[in-house]
């Protein structure tokens, strides 16, 4: 019985993580943007309370950072999407790899923005930029390995490995949400 009783809190918690979410995201297709972040942010805390480090976390930074995209608040947005990389497969998730690459180019970034672009097709394809703005596609349609996939693979993710213009282009506002206690 005490063992049941221990497993409880911990069930309870993945279905109020669950619910939390279910709940922001139709706050956020209703556009009631601050709700959803705040559901999101709760959630995202409760993540790190279980040291979760997946696709809910992933989920979760990335559906924060749609909604500071929708804000057009982009040095937000990219920092959720950037964060995801450093959850366990982060690189490998195509939708923050198509977001970050979005969120580069709408500041005018497009060589940042191509790398990401590049892998998010190389690893999900067309299917991936469909009802998306052609802008994006546009930018990477004529890469070389967008022909060669095979062997292109690394060349397209040095660039991302390599986030020392990522670091300093945010290393001021990380500071800041450091000492401020925010993730």
């Known amino acids: 019985m005490d063992n049941q009783k221990e497993r409880t809190p911990e069930i309870n918690d993945a279905d109020t993580i669950e619910r939390l ?19 999101y942010e709760k959630a995202l805390r409760m993540l790190s309370l279980k040291r979760e480090n ?33 959850l366990t497969d982060g690189y490998a998730n195509p939708y923050a790899l198509l977001r970050a690459g979005q969120v580069y180019y709408d500041m005018e970034l497009p060589q940042k923005a191509k790398p990401y ?45 390599d986030r020392q213009a990522e670091d300093a282009l945010f290393a001021e506002d990380e500071k800041e949400e450091t000492e401020d206690g925010d993730l």
């Open 21 to 39: 979410l279910e709940a922001a995201d139709r706050n956020f297709e209703l556009f009631e943007l601050k709700e959803a972040a705040d559901k």
């Open 54 to 86: 997946g696709e809910q976390t992933a989920r979760t930074l990335s559906a924060l950072g749609d909604c500071e995209y929708v804000k057009r608040e982009l040095r937000a947005a990219l920092r959720y999407y950037l964060k995801v990389f450093s």
């Open 117 to 161: 672009l590049i892998r998010a097709y190389l690893i999900e394809g067309n299917s991936l930029f469909e009802g998306e703005d052609p802008k994006y596609f546009e930018l990477i349609k004529n890469e070389e390995m967008l022909r060669e996939p095979v062997n292109s693979f690394m060349q397209a993710i040095k660039p991302i490995q």
